[in-house]
């Protein structure tokens, strides 16, 4: 048989089950987060004690502050730019050419936000030091050695913050693939980075460690195979205008409340539970959180990787196309989810058999399930967001804020009167709460959208 026939049905079935280069490219890095996950927690729970473990979780938690700064931005600037992409192209070493207009544009928004997020990561570096040296102090953990590990970190965000707006435009115009590949070198070697060194008793060191190499793979791809985007968009002026008003403004400050809301809705737990329940619980629901997330992450890759396709969609009047991609793309997402549920749970149960001392590293069954259902819900919604905001619109940024205001009021006496169970289905229950009415938005746009 001609190997080439066996080339042909291999692409035929990857394009059917929705697997192009981008989506391979997130596969990537998130069934390597996802298998090599198990390797890092052995190290994590052979190289660092429970209290180390919480305070490992809650350097992340207290990081997604940042997002309080991104103000979701980069969601808006992929999707502006998905739009002028149409009229664009872009050379293997980031030369853009095409329409003069749209290419003034995409330069102005990269040299506007450069700019923006300069300012941002300068008051990162402080509020958020700060923030952590206040938060831990007022719990200190004497056998825990965290100030300098801390800093280190902190420092080294910062710094990542100021190339944000380069991504964010490089997805919209048409490199989403190429991004993707870049993303998931940042996903595999800091993990043999962090295998290194927790196994060399780095401690909590590993984290700043792991952060820095993450910084160095996105320097290398903006400043070395997309050098000249990037030299263009820094030494570039404002030779088109920004309207922010109309373009910016009315997307961005929905997004904005929504990725605000986020914080509460995926981080906020970790640190209430940190401060009610003490670090070694907050390294279980860390630690089981991270887990359900990473198969969320995975399960999400089906329809975040066609992001851009589905602004040019819109762009070229391809509405039916568009919904008509979302429901596989989601079909296949929710499928990859429940599997990944399955399996964690099938795994933790063998473990409470066979290895008891090293399922106590997780949290309890109880809480196991209320967060497994509490993401679950939060996967679907984001699926739907996914899609929507596409339009260039912000519907969810209300029903965000409801869930982030609830879980706020909720989830903190929750904890402290019922410990990680009451935190964990305190949240599920939000999240349940929400589900109707973000359904009901999802199915009004669309059927409004096919109508027209």
Known sequence: MNPRSHVFNLKKILSLIGINRTVAALLTGKLWSIFSYPLTIWFIIHHLNPGEQGYYYAF????????????????????????????????????????????????????????WYSVASVVHLFLLGGAGIWFFGSKPNQSVYWLVPWLLTVLINSLRLVLIPIGGLLQGCGQMASIAWM???????????LWIG???????????????????ILCFTYFYKYKFFTLEALRTREISEIHWKTEI??????????????????????????????????????????????????????????????????????????????????????????????????????????????????????????????????????????????????????????????IALLVPPAALYLGAPGAAWTSFLIAAALFVPSLRIYQNYRKLELEQ
């Open 60 to 115: 992340y938690s207290l990081l997604g502050l940042d997002i309080f700064l991104e103000l979701g931005l980069t969601s808006v600037l992929t999707t502006i730019a998905s739009h002028e992409w149409p009229k664009l192209e872009m050379d293997s070493r980031g030369r853009l050419s095409g329409d003069p207009e749209a290419k003034a544009k995409v330069l102005s928004l990269a040299k506007f936000f450069l700019r």
């Open 198 to 216: 927790l196994n060399l008793s780095w401690s909590l060191y590993v984290v700043p460690v792991v952060a820095l190499i993450g910084l160095l």
């Open 249 to 406: 403004f009315p997307l961005q400050w929905r997004i904005a409340l929504s990725w605000a809301s986020g914080y509460f809705i995926f981080q906020f737990q970790i640190p209430v539970i940190f401060h009610f329940c003490g670090d070694v619980e907050a390294g279980r629901y860390g630690l089981t959180l991270s887990v359900l997330g990473s198969i969320g992450s995975l399960s999400m890759a089906w329809v975040s990787s066609r992001v851009a396709d589905f602004g040019a969609m819109i762009a070229s009047k391809k509405t039916a196309d568009l919904y008509k991609i979302a429901r596989r793309c989601q079909i296949q997402a929710l499928s990859v989810l429940l599997l990944g549920f399955a399996a964690l749970f099938g795994a933790l149960a063998l473990m409470e058999v066979f290895l008891p001392e090293r399922r106590f590293r997780f949290a309890s069954n109880n809480v196991l399930i209320g967060v497994m259902l509490y993401q679950a819900i939060n996967t679907v919604i984001g699926i739907q967001a996914l899609v929507v905001r596409a339009h260039k619109v912000e519907p969810y940024a209300r029903l965000s804020l409801y869930g982030a205001a609830a």
């Open 183 to 193: 993303q998931a070198r940042a996903v595999l070697i800091p993990t043999f980075v």
